[in-house]
């Protein structure tokens, strides 16, 4: 087989290596971003810690009316005793007056945490809700987004086994030695094998041909390579 033949069979194998690997590179891009997104696990990671917030607070709430509750069930009492005249010596009324008065205090104490805390619920319940949405709203366009993936990766893993039985086409028309040539330095050079003459320059690594390498690159019985990345050089 002429090894000009061979010259522009290889030529041609690194085009369907060039396609198939765009190709891959493609279907890649795809199985990751089927593989999560993102922008969603942020958004959900935000709505849970809202979630876990929003749950705090609520709690703090409940325990803090609850405080308040046992205290106003303590003064009620306390109070019906200091004024419905059950209670007539001063002593004991002087102490019923100051243990309310206490009791207020703590409730007064209470009812200022009970509305701070109010006040960051009514905040907390906004950014939940407003999250909540956004999540729910990523979550559809996820859905439709992943159909979409799915059917891409299939239309691309096709394509590639298409690209890929092309080139194994391609490789039962080149000498085993030119193929290995063609293999190792493919694989030493990036995926980039062959390699076109331009103004006298490798188009590969931008590294002047000597004439003599330049003469052999039309000689029909031999493979001109590069003396500095050593791609398989081809003129026209």
Request: overall charge negative; glycine content about 6%; aromatic content about 2%.
């Amino acid at each position: 087989m002429p090894l000009l033949s061979q010259v522009t069979d290889v030529r041609t194998l690194q085009e369907f290596d060039d396609e198939a690997a765009t190709v891959r590179a493609a279907l890649d891009d795809v199985e990751y971003r089927l593989r999560g997104s993102e922008e969603l696990d942020r958004v959900r990671s935000a709505f849970d810690a809202l979630e876990a917030e929003l749950k705090d607070v609520r709690r703090s709430q409940r325990k803090l009316d609850g405080d308040v509750s046992v205290l106003n069930s303590r003064i009620q009492p306390e109070e019906k005793r200091l004024y419905d005249g059950s209670v007539r010596n001063p002593k004991e009324l002087g102490n019923i007056q100051h243990e309310v008065e206490l009791l207020k205090e703590q409730r007064a104490k209470l009812e200022d945490q009970l509305l701070e805390v109010m006040s960051r619920l009514e905040s907390v319940e906004a950014s939940h809700a407003g999250a909540r949405d956004e999540l729910a709203r990523l979550e559809a366009k996820r859905a439709a987004e992943v159909g979409d993936l799915q059917l891409e990766a299939k239309r691309l893993g096709e394509a590639l086994a298409r690209a890929d039985a092309r080139r194994e086409a391609q490789k039962l028309k080149i000498s085993p030695q030119a193929l290995h040539v063609y293999e190792d330095i493919r694989r030493r050079r990036g995926g980039m094998a062959v390699a076109h003459i331009q103004g006298g320059m490798c188009a590969g690594c931008r590294v002047s041909i000597p004439e003599a390498v330049r003469r052999r690159a039309f000689q029909p019985d031999q493979l001109a390579q590069c003396p500095n990345c050593e791609r398989i050089l081809y003129v026209g």
